[in-house]
């Protein structure tokens, strides 16, 4: 059993690979104040006291909503910590997502998130493709991408990622700028990606899931349930631990509103899979509808 790293050279720094996600310290839908102000705060502290040095987030969380929490939170921020926040929707009065794909409002988006962040310039900003909400589709993004390389030459960014998109897309956004990171659609039962995680895992480049747990419809299995309790862990933990085996270049940013459910999301980290579980595990992808 072979040991997994549980760091990695991101954006000039090291980071755990187990990070956290702020999306769910809004209210429902990602939308509005917390429902506890309190709990939100002492989920964000207890993240770094955890160990946490690379959080995920967005301005149009809530919106405005997780930005602020965070900057009340931890502002003065570690020198460690590695925000990274994206770009490329904005909210309707009634919580839907609307894209925000036109260089003015990726300008505007950016100093939204240097006001409710609080800071002069972002660790790294993810260029968020709309697509078809929860999978990419194949569209030119050089257009998104220049206006954040340009927000770069000025200062105001000092690494660009992207969200959302293909395997085409990267490429593209390669020859306009350096890419540190990948944020897509990824987990146990949904690998449509395998091919580009070891891809950029070839060239150094992170590879960030999201919904590493199922997102809105939680990974249901029985037999990822029976794995579990012969592991005496949670059946998310196990789904956890899989993507830190899977490859070296995969960072974590599970979410949640509760320090006792960060805390068990954390000590994923330390669960180690036999490869005999790994091979159970390799078997539970469920094939996914075409989109």
């Given at each position: 059993?072979?040991?997994?790293?549980?760091?990695?050279?991101?954006?000039?720094?090291?980071?755990?690979r187990?990070?956290?996600?702020?999306?769910?310290?809004?209210?429902?839908?990602?939308?509005?104040p917390?429902?506890?102000?309190?709990?939100?705060?002492?989920?964000?502290?207890?993240?770094?006291?955890?160990?946490?040095?690379?959080?995920?987030?967005?301005?149009?969380?809530?919106?405005?909503?997780?930005?602020q929490?965070?900057?009340?939170?931890?502002?003065?921020?570690?020198?460690?910590?590695?925000?990274?926040?994206?770009?490329g929707?904005?909210?309707?009065d009634?919580g839907?997502?609307?894209?925000?794909?036109?260089?003015?409002?990726?300008?505007?988006?950016i100093?939204?998130?240097?006001?409710?962040?609080?800071?002069?310039?972002?660790?790294?900003?993810?260029?968020?493709?709309?697509?078809?909400?929860?999978?990419?589709?194949?569209?030119?993004?050089?257009?998104?991408v220049?206006?954040?390389?340009?927000?770069?030459?000025?200062?105001?960014?000092?690494?660009?990622?992207?969200?959302?998109?293909?395997?085409?897309q990267?490429?593209?956004?390669?020859r306009?700028?350096?890419?540190?990171?990948?944020q897509?659609?990824?987990?146990?039962?949904?690998?449509?990606?395998?091919?580009?995680?070891?891809?950029?895992?070839?060239?150094?480049?992170?590879?960030?899931?999201?919904?590493?747990?199922?997102?809105?419809?939680?990974?249901?299995?029985?037999?990822?349930?029976d794995?579990?309790?012969?592991?005496?862990?949670?059946?998310?933990?196990?789904?956890?631990?899989?993507?830190?085996?899977?490859?070296?270049?995969?960072?974590?940013?599970?979410?949640?509103?509760?320090?006792?459910?960060?805390?068990?999301?954390?000590?994923a980290?330390?669960?180690?899979?036999?490869?005999?579980v790994?091979?159970?595990?390799?078997?539970?992808?469920q094939?996914?509808?075409?989109?």
């Amino acid at each position: 059993m072979s040991a997994v790293s549980r760091t990695y050279p991101f954006a000039g720094r090291t980071v755990n690979r187990m990070g956290y996600g702020a999306m769910q310290l809004a209210g429902p839908g990602v939308f509005g104040p917390p429902k506890d102000r309190d709990a939100a705060l002492a989920v964000l502290r207890q993240a770094i006291e955890q160990g946490v040095n690379h959080i995920d987030t967005s301005d149009f969380y809530g919106p405005h909503v997780t930005n602020q929490l965070i900057r009340e939170a931890l502002h003065p921020y570690p020198q460690d910590l590695v925000i990274v926040t994206k770009v490329g929707a904005v909210r309707g009065d009634e919580g839907s997502w609307l894209p925000a794909a036109e260089p003015e409002a990726i300008r505007r988006g950016i100093h939204d998130n240097l006001r409710n962040l609080g800071v002069d310039v972002i660790d790294v900003v993810n260029m968020r493709i709309m697509g078809a909400i929860h999978a990419p589709t194949e569209s030119s993004i050089e257009k998104q991408v220049t206006a954040l390389a340009e927000l770069q030459q000025q200062g105001l960014i000092r690494h660009i990622g992207l969200s959302n998109v293909t395997a085409t897309q990267v490429a593209e956004a390669q020859r306009i700028a350096k890419i540190v990171c990948v944020q897509n659609h990824y987990n146990l039962v949904h690998r449509d990606d395998d091919a580009l995680v070891d891809e950029l895992a070839g060239q150094g480049i992170a590879y960030v899931p999201f919904f590493p747990l199922g997102g809105f419809t939680p990974i249901q299995s029985t037999a990822l349930s029976d794995i579990a309790a012969k592991l005496g862990a949670t059946p998310m933990q196990v789904a956890l631990a899989w993507l830190l085996h899977r490859s070296p270049n995969i960072l974590l940013i599970p979410g949640t509103s509760s320090v006792a459910h960060l805390r068990e999301n954390m000590s994923a980290a330390e669960l180690r899979l036999p490869q005999s579980v790994l091979d159970e595990l390799e078997a539970l992808e469920q094939p996914v509808a075409a989109h």
